[in-house]
């Protein structure tokens, strides 16, 4: 994770805000075949997915330059959502994901620890209950819900 860390601070620089790793890695939870889930805030990115992952091969060239073989694999293996902070600071179901698991690497201010507290306290308000059924997991986000009733998070 150390070496993901410095080239993504490498490629952003003060841009960056946020380096989070989530999913199976996050959980501590990986196989030797799973993929390192990213979250990457950063400032002054450029439009649309493809243009933002484009900017993103640099960490993984970055990695794969890497001489231990651990790390040069990585590269590959790489699976990143890259968000501006507005676009975090609209929230995102992905986050849902990320309140138990996430590990900051980067949290410049933090500010993403302090979106995932606002989330984690609305779901609080809301009553909501994360279900395990095996393996999987899904939300309840409101029990008391009534069809037609708006709410957000």
Do not use: C, N
């Not at 002054?44 to 330059?65: D, H, I, N, Q, T």
């Not at 699976?79 to 309140?99: C, H, Q, R, Y």
């Not at 779901?123 to 939300?139: A, H, K, N, T």
């Amino acid at each position: 994770m150390e070496a993901i860390r410095r080239a993504a601070e490498e490629l952003y620089g003060p841009r960056l805000i946020t380096l989070a790793v989530f999913g199976s890695v996050g959980r501590g939870a990986a196989g030797p075949d799973s993929d390192v889930d990213l979250l990457v805030i950063a400032r002054e990115l450029p439009y649309g997915r493809m243009a933002r992952v484009s900017e993103f091969r640099k960490v993984e060239e970055l990695l794969a330059e890497e001489s231990d073989p651990t790390i040069s694999d990585l590269s590959g293996r790489l699976s990143p959502v890259i968000k501006t902070p507005e676009e975090a600071e609209a929230g995102s179901p992905l986050f849902l994901d990320m309140l138990d698991d996430a590990e900051l690497l980067i949290d410049r201010g933090g500010f993403f620890r302090d979106r995932l507290e606002r989330l984690r306290r609305r779901l609080e308000e809301l009553g909501s209950r994360r279900i395990r059924q095996g393996d999987r997991w899904y939300w309840d986000l409101k029990p008391d819900y009534h069809p037609g009733e708006v709410f957000e998070l």
